[in-house]
């Protein structure tokens, strides 16, 4: 794993290499975050390569600091799958969460989430709503 670091920019690149008898798997990611007053931003791409499947997926995420404690997020993420059967799977995923920390190690998450793309035959793409609590330790 490689991070470069300044000011307003982060770049990094991870790979991985898992090559056993079950199966081999090769992951390369590259990541990057960067500051334009008021937003952040966090853009990632992974590959991954197996011995029946390669797939890719990305993210990218902007964070707004209303306050201190209080964000709001926006993110698009998306995967891509080719199986070694015929076609080709396509997820994608929109999220807009509020996060509150009202103290240290505790944080409220309340979001709407969305997904489409490829689904198989009488699936659905489901919408979300959710509420969570969350406490680090």
């Not at 791409?45 to 993210?59: E, K, M, N, Q, T």
């Amino acid at each position: 794993s490689l991070q470069h670091d300044t000011d307003l920019v982060q770049l990094g690149l991870a790979g991985n290499l898992n090559d056993r008898a079950i199966g081999r798997r090769r992951l390369l990611g590259l990541f990057g975050g960067w500051h334009t007053a008021p937003l952040s931003w966090l853009a990632e791409l992974a590959f991954i390569d197996d011995r029946s499947a390669r797939s890719s997926a990305w993210l990218l995420e902007a964070n707004w600091q209303v306050a201190q404690g209080h964000d709001l997020k926006a993110t698009a993420e998306g995967a891509r799958a080719r199986n070694a059967a015929p076609g080709t799977l396509q997820r994608t995923r929109l999220s807009l969460v509020y996060e509150a920390t009202p103290r240290a190690w505790v944080q409220l998450r309340a979001g709407v989430r969305g997904s489409g793309g490829d689904v198989a035959p009488g699936a659905s793409r489901p919408q979300l709503g959710f509420v969570e609590l969350h406490g680090f330790f």
